[in-house]
């Protein structure tokens, strides 16, 4: 079952940016361990989505948005026409179960709690290990994994990227900064963000500190790397030519884990669109004037995810709540939901997104052990059984053939050729 919504844009802001030069390096601290998961928690669902999130590791009882860093950012509020409201609900064609060739290969140590996965252009794997403290990458033709411990790390590696020349982005949330990393030297460039200062409600007259927590990574056509900053309620752009970091606030009050910017797209005209975990809105930032537009997700609370865009600039959105895929057409202000459910229960879990360039859209299902192809043309889900119960799969990415979808298990890396005739 899908539905399909005209909402209404919730409005526009034209951002004044702040600019923040990087010339000097991450001051290492004490590192501290990061607490080891048993099996039993991480096959809990919310447990898993708690970790995922630095915020909810820090939250503090905050109220009116508290603080952060000094002054305020002035934004000019442009007035938006309403969209229509009307509601068209139509019933898909019955979901099908399908088999696929799954390949399965184990981490060399188990607890690795992996979030993320890129691909590069050789076809190799490459993703962050929350638990090992380490970028790893994943050769297919020999079968091999390779760790290298990034600089003063602190087991919090999430959003990551491959750039055209095969380097590798990404973002540290705990040690709180951007890293680069070049395979044929590996060296490792950072570029620390700022720190964030707020009331400690608990103490009156003390302050507390917090990492801006960058989540995930999307790179545009010129070579900049945009994230989401969760804790700090702002987009960041990078400019690795210059070193420099812009700063987007997303609301006209700076506040802290108020509204949990979380995933990070690009469209093909440049756009940059990034998902709120707190608000039910995906926002749309156009880079050139610094106006941003939000549109509300219409009907019950969601927990937005990972965002991407097709080919033509349809943007799709996963929900770890109800295993809703929502698909949003910016032309015309409308959301369609797709009810990825194989039972109907809507159990949750629905995390990684991966959209093809031939427009087809695949979904992993945490908590059904599945693999989920929507058939776009056909109004359809077609779902993939992992061989392993209780694989609990998260991220996933496309091989560069176009026909190889890896995916991560909890203490393997997992792959399968598509096959949706």
């Known amino acids: 079952m899908h539905e399909q919504q005209h909402i209404p844009e919730t409005g526009e802001q034209n951002n004044e940016m702040k600019a923040t030069r990087l010339a000097t390096p991450v001051i290492p601290r004490p590192l501290q361990s990061a607490p080891r998961w048993s099996v039993r928690r991480r096959r809990d669902a919310w447990f898993l989505l708690v970790a995922i999130l630095l915020g909810m590791l820090t939250t503090f009882a905050l109220s009116g948005g508290g603080a952060w860093l000094s002054g305020q950012t002035s934004l000019k509020q442009l007035a938006t026409s309403p969209a229509q409201t009307a509601t068209n609900p139509f019933t898909a064609p019955s979901s099908t179960t399908a088999t696929g060739q799954f390949h399965e290969y184990p981490f060399p140590q188990s607890d690795s709690q992996v979030m993320r996965l890129v691909v590069d252009h050789a076809g190799r794997v490459w993703f ?37 020349d095969d380097t590798i982005w990404f973002a540290e949330q705990y040690a709180n900064y951007i890293g680069h990393y070049f395979p044929a030297t590996g060296h490792f460039q950072v570029y620390p963000l700022p720190r964030l200062t707020i009331p400690d409600p608990s103490h009156t007259g003390k302050t507390l500190t917090l990492p801006s927590a960058p989540n995930e990574l999307a790179l545009d056509a010129q070579g900049n790397v945009w994230f989401t900053e969760f804790n700090a309620a702002t987009l960041g752009r990078l400019d690795p030519r210059t070193g420099l970091i812009r700063h987007y606030p997303l609301a006209a009050r700076r506040s802290v884990q108020m509204l949990l910017p979380y995933g990070v797209a690009v469209d093909p005209q440049g756009m940059i669109w990034f998902t709120e975990l707190s608000t039910d809105q995906v926002g749309r930032l156009d880079p050139v004037t610094g106006r941003i537009r939000f549109f509300l997700v219409p009907g019950s609370k969601v927990s937005l995810m990972e965002i991407a865009s097709d080919a033509h600039g349809t943007i799709w959105v996963t929900s770890f709540e109800d295993e809703l895929l929502l698909r949003l057409d910016p032309r015309i202000a409308t959301f369609t939901r797709y009810d990825a459910s194989p039972t109907g229960n809507g159990t949750g879990g629905l995390y990684g997104l991966v959209v093809t360039p031939a427009g087809d859209v695949w979904v992993t299902m945490w908590a059904d052990n599945m693999l989920a192809h929507l058939d776009v043309t056909a109004r359809r889900f077609v779902y993939y059984r992992i061989p392993t119960p209780g694989s609990k799969p998260l991220s996933m990415a496309l091989g560069p053939d176009q026909q190889t979808l890896w995916f991560n298990e909890v203490d393997k890396l997992g792959m399968v050729q598509l096959e949706t005739g």
Not at 138 to 161: A, E, L, N, V
């Open 128 to 164: 962050g290990e929350m638990g090992r403290n380490a970028l790893a990458v994943f050769d297919p033709r020999t079968h091999t994994f390779q760790q290298m411990t990034p600089p003063h790390g602190r087991f919090g590696m999430m959003g990551m990227q491959v750039a055209p």
